[in-house]
């Protein structure tokens, strides 16, 4: 028998690197997004505007203070999953040939699809009376989230995410490629749910985007209402088990046409309209 031969140390050598990975992970894509809102011209900005309400005064500086505590915590998970791969409990493979790019690519889509899956069922029961308080109500707080709410957690919430992808590697094995597109993914489409406006082509809300996957009134509507629309990427969990908000398609039938009656008139050189102020 071999014995292990493990330094504990590394894993603290390893810690401010992973740290700065998930700080930018979160910063850039954030901070990108809010940007990107504060630059729209302020028509397009009504027409698009799916929420009904204004954040709070201090509402972003909570939500960054709880998301930068989720991003340790999603550090120290990181190590956890370094230390696993180096003592061969977690499998990450390096060479891409190993496997193939076929499974590359497979085994990114299985991981997206399993997380949706992950993300809804434990969002569920976060939602149970008994355990919303301690897990979910810090993100709840946000009734009209900010992009910055991407990961404004509770500390008991942020380690249910964060074990996710651990869990996986002890099963199946990833590539590291597959593992960043995975969360570059994974916290795109969770600004862009949080940012409290439709920034994706009408076009895309009207066709299979719109009906498959989850959009910023999806989500919104969850952060409204509470009881309906627990899905992180695709609308099928929330049809299955009952749970789509009864306006959900109207209301997105409503942003399309707003969006393509705003496209008209502009392409019409006329100016826009703000039928829509709230
Ligand atoms: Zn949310
Ligand atoms: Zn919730």
Same mark, same amino acid.
């Given at each position: 028998?071999?014995?292990?031969?493990?330094?504990?140390?590394?894993?603290? &050598?390893?810690?401010?690197?992973?740290?700065?990975?998930?700080?930018?992970?979160?910063?850039?894509?954030?901070?990108?997004?809010?940007?990107?809102?504060?630059?729209?011209?302020?028509?397009?900005?009504?027409?698009?505007?799916?929420?009904?309400?204004?954040? =709070?005064?201090?509402?972003?500086?909570? =939500?960054?203070?709880?998301?930068?505590?989720?991003?340790?915590?999603?550090?120290?998970?990181?190590?956890?999953?370094?230390?696993?791969?180096?003592?061969?409990?977690?499998?990450?493979?390096?060479?891409?040939?190993?496997?193939?790019?076929?499974?590359?690519?497979?085994?990114?889509?299985?991981?997206?699809?399993?997380?949706?899956?992950?993300?809804?069922?434990?969002?569920?029961?976060?939602?149970?009376?008994?355990?919303?308080?301690?897990?979910?109500?810090?993100?709840?707080?946000?009734?009209?989230?900010?992009?910055?709410?991407?990961?404004?957690?509770?500390?008991?919430?942020?380690?249910?995410?964060?074990?996710?992808?651990?869990?996986?590697?002890?099963?199946?094995?990833?590539?590291?490629?597959?593992?960043?597109?995975?969360?570059?993914?994974?916290?795109?489409?969770?600004?862009?749910?949080?940012?409290?406006?439709?920034?994706?082509?009408?076009?895309?809300?009207?066709?299979?985007?719109?009906?498959?996957?989850?959009?910023?009134?999806?989500?919104?509507?969850?952060?409204?209402?509470?009881?309906?629309?627990?899905?992180?990427?695709?609308?099928?969990? &929330?049809?299955?088990?009952?749970? =789509?908000?009864?306006?959900?398609?109207?209301?997105?039938?409503?942003?399309?046409?707003?969006?393509?009656?705003?496209?008209?008139?502009?392409?019409?050189?006329?100016?826009?309209?703000?039928?829509?102020?709230?």
């Amino acid at each position: 028998m071999s014995a292990v031969c493990f330094n504990p140390f590394i894993m603290l &050598d390893a810690w401010p690197a992973i740290f700065v990975a998930d700080l930018l992970r979160y910063v850039i894509p954030t901070s990108f997004v809010a940007l990107v809102i504060s630059l729209l011209p302020p028509d397009w900005a009504v027409l698009r505007r799916v929420r009904l309400r204004q954040p =709070e005064a201090g509402q972003q500086g909570r =939500e960054l203070s709880f998301s930068l505590l989720t991003v340790l915590i999603f550090s120290m998970n990181g190590v956890v999953i370094f230390a696993g791969a180096k003592l061969g409990w977690l499998q990450i493979y390096t060479a891409v040939n190993d496997r193939g790019w076929m499974y590359l690519l497979a085994s990114l889509a299985g991981l997206v699809v399993l997380h949706d899956a992950w993300f809804y069922w434990t969002h569920r029961l976060m939602h149970r009376p008994r355990w919303f308080r301690w897990i979910h109500g810090v993100h709840h707080r946000s009734v009209a989230p900010t992009p910055w709410a991407a990961y404004s957690f509770a500390p008991a919430e942020a380690v249910i995410h964060a074990v996710f992808l651990t869990l996986v590697l002890a099963v199946l094995p990833l590539h590291p490629l597959a593992i960043f597109v995975f969360l570059v993914h994974m916290i795109a489409r969770n600004v862009l749910g949080h940012a409290g406006i439709e920034l994706v082509p009408g076009r895309w809300l009207a066709g299979w985007w719109g009906r498959w996957m989850t959009t910023t009134l999806h989500h919104d509507l969850h952060h409204a209402h509470g009881r309906y629309n627990f899905g992180l990427y695709f609308t099928w969990w &929330d049809r299955i088990g009952g749970t =789509e908000h009864p306006d959900y398609r109207g209301r997105l039938r409503e942003v399309v046409h707003q969006i393509a009656q705003a496209s008209f008139t502009t392409a019409a050189g006329q100016p826009r309209g703000r039928e829509n102020s709230k």
